[in-house]
């Protein structure tokens, strides 16, 4: 059974910065997709960024310049690291894996950027 695991948010200042970690487990497909998708309260999962295996990206307008997502291929595992946060920012942050064609979903980590 595929499993995804994440860790790394919290609470941050303005400005301040985080990483997440997501690491992947079971039958994965060494062609695949990971991601970071978002989601505040009371709005819709939308894309923060995502990363195939051959190492192409993709990021929403608005963390560009601001985060960098990263892979480890050999460990299954996507990395999202967020600079200048801002407090829009704010959101439950979950990791997705596209395996074999099928979605896959992590629990979601708290981030939150306040004063």
């Known amino acids: 059974q595929v499993q995804l695991v994440e860790s790394g948010g919290g609470l941050v200042q303005p400005g301040g910065s985080l990483r997440l970690s997501c690491a992947a487990s079971?039958?994965?497909?060494?062609?695949?997709?990971m991601g970071w998708y978002r989601q505040a309260p009371g709005e819709e999962r939308d894309m923060v960024a995502i990363?195939?295996?051959?190492?192409?990206?993709n990021y929403a307008d608005s963390v560009k310049g601001r985060f960098t997502i990263s892979r480890d291929n050999a460990k299954n595992t996507v990395y999202l690291q967020m600079n200048s946060l801002k407090p829009e920012d704010t959101a439950v942050y979950y990791c997705?894996?596209?395996?074999?064609?099928?979605?896959?979903w992590g629990q979601g980590t708290q981030v939150t950027v306040s004063s």
């Open positions: 990363a195939s295996s051959g190492g192409r990206t």
């Open positions: 079971g039958s994965i497909f060494s062609v695949n997709t």
């Open positions: 997705n894996l596209i395996n074999f064609g099928a979605a896959y």
